[in-house]
């Protein structure tokens, strides 16, 4: 198993260049499922969930070419099961449930795993299906599913989910009728969807918004379309360069998809600045500790609170960081408090008192972007960080310590 080794001390200086979206890859990838004929996507990550959701649609009998130039065809499927050992390790394979549903009237889909980070249940996915007139079961651990033909309605969301909205949306798509969402999800993500869906000749309104408006066509044809930039690998190298006192210019994102940990940033002390293509961060020599609660977007990105607790562990102050969008995501704090960190927990929110260095240590990796925290605060860290469970960072970050290094960072790869 490979483990990341860091030397703390590196001033980040540089350029690099923000990879696509994972999750916005994972749904347009999905989305091939709606169509016969090949399909194109460019800007396509070198992730290993993109590599997951291409073994799970190659078992339906989907036809790949090519990596980052993904050429897609789902002309000829053969199943509408996807198994457990596919599904456990991603929780973005309930995403074909809709997808199936809508093109072949049947899906059988394991229920999901992927990150431990909360519960995230399906009960919205589900609940949304059956209003569009599906019979949904859950038996011998796996969601089954059943509509000659769905039927448009106005669906409203309890809680605003990014994956729901998504699923419910590529279901829409060829149901008979008109489909409204109501709190629905407005993550760029979700928006880039909408407008690959909308090049296949689907008709959706409103995404970006918390109403979406489908209307049901009777079929789709294959598009050629490109993923947009990973806002959170965009903003976990702007607090990498932060936290270093650096200067890097992130380029190949979208300065407006992270606004809100702009703002925050700023509040720090740090300078940032659109730039021609990207955006460039300027690091403080002094740190303030400002205040973060997580929302759905266009607030301040769960995705992010993890790699923000690693730069307020070395601020100049007390900074209170709550988590409103999922129950478990402080298991990196144990391995933050090894490296020195002063952070106690209470309830949704951590307490975290800067220190004025961390330490190098062992650590450990709990989900994807509790690793891209702890490397966060080994950039920072007096001497050496050894970090291990690196597949998760593997998930969603491409060739991070290559990136880093060109950045200066003392940072390598090795087999453990």
């Known amino acids: 198993m490979d483990k990341i080794i860091l030397q703390g001390g590196a001033r980040l200086e540089g350029t690099v260049h923000v990879s696509g979206a994972k999750n916005a890859a994972l749904p347009v990838i999905v989305s091939s499922l709606l169509t016969g004929g090949w399909n194109t996507f460019h800007n396509i990550p070198d992730l290993v969930d993109i590599k997951t959701v291409?073994?799970?649609?190659?078992?339906?009998?989907?036809?790949?070419?090519?990596?980052?130039?993904?050429?897609?065809?789902?002309?000829?499927?053969?199943?509408?099961?996807?198994?457990?050992?596919?599904?456990?390790t991603m929780r973005a394979s309930i995403l074909v449930l809709g997808p199936l549903l809508a093109r072949m009237g049947r899906a059988r889909v394991s229920l999901p795993g992927g990150c431990a980070i909360g519960a995230r249940p399906v009960n919205l996915h589900v609940k949304a299906l059956q209003e569009l007139g599906a019979q949904v079961d859950l038996a011998d651990g796996y969601l089954e599913a059943k509509a000659p033909r769905l039927r448009g309605a106005v669906i409203y969301f309890d809680i605003s989910t990014v994956t729901g909205t998504e699923n419910v949306m590529m279901a829409a798509v060829l149901a008979r009728g008109t489909t409204v969402l109501k709190n629905a999800a407005r993550e760029p993500e979700v928006v880039n969807l909408a407008e690959v869906l909308n090049g296949m000749g689907a008709k959706i309104g409103g995404a970006g918004s918390d109403v979406v408006v489908i209307e049901g066509v009777e079929?789709?044809?294959?598009?050629?379309?490109?993923?947009?930039?990973?806002?959170?690998?965009?903003?976990?190298?702007?607090?990498?360069?932060?936290?270093?006192?650096?200067?890097?210019?992130?380029?190949?994102?979208?300065?407006?998809?992270?606004?809100?940990?702009?703002?925050?940033?700023?509040?720090?002390?740090?300078?940032?600045?659109?730039?021609?293509?990207?955006?460039?961060?300027?690091?403080?020599?002094?740190?303030?500790?400002?205040?973060?609660?997580?929302?759905?977007?266009?607030?301040?990105a769960t995705d992010l609170q993890a790699q923000f607790m690693a730069l307020m562990a070395v601020g100049d102050g007390i900074s209170v960081i709550t988590e409103t969008v999922f129950e478990n995501r402080f298991m990196h704090v144990g391995e933050l408090m090894r490296m020195g960190g002063d952070i106690v927990v209470q309830g949704n929110s951590a307490i975290v008192k800067g220190v004025k260095k961390l330490r190098g240590a062992p650590v450990m990796a709990t989900d994807l972007r509790a690793s891209a925290s702890l490397i966060i605060a080994g950039l920072a860290a007096e001497g050496r960080t050894e970090l291990s469970r690196v597949y998760h960072i593997d998930r969603g970050y491409q060739q991070v310590e290559k990136k880093l290094s060109a950045l200066?960072?003392?940072?390598?790869?090795?087999?453990?």
Do not use: Q, W
Not at 63 to 78: S, T, Y
């Open 408 to 416: 200066g960072a003392d940072i390598r790869r090795v087999r453990a």
């Open 54 to 88: 291409k073994r799970l649609l190659a078992d339906f009998g989907v036809e790949f070419e090519g990596a980052e130039d993904l050429r897609v065809n789902a002309g000829n499927l053969k199943s509408f099961v996807a198994p457990y050992d596919l599904v456990k």
């Open 219 to 300: 079929s789709l044809h294959p598009v050629e379309a490109s993923v947009i930039p990973d806002r959170i690998e965009t903003g976990t190298f702007m607090i990498a360069a932060g936290i270093t006192g650096g200067d890097v210019r992130m380029l190949g994102c979208d300065p407006a998809h992270v606004e809100a940990l702009t703002l925050k940033l700023r509040e720090t002390g740090m300078e940032v600045t659109p730039v021609e293509g990207g955006v460039r961060v300027v690091g403080s020599d002094r740190i303030e500790s400002v205040d973060v609660t997580t929302l759905p977007y266009p607030g301040f």
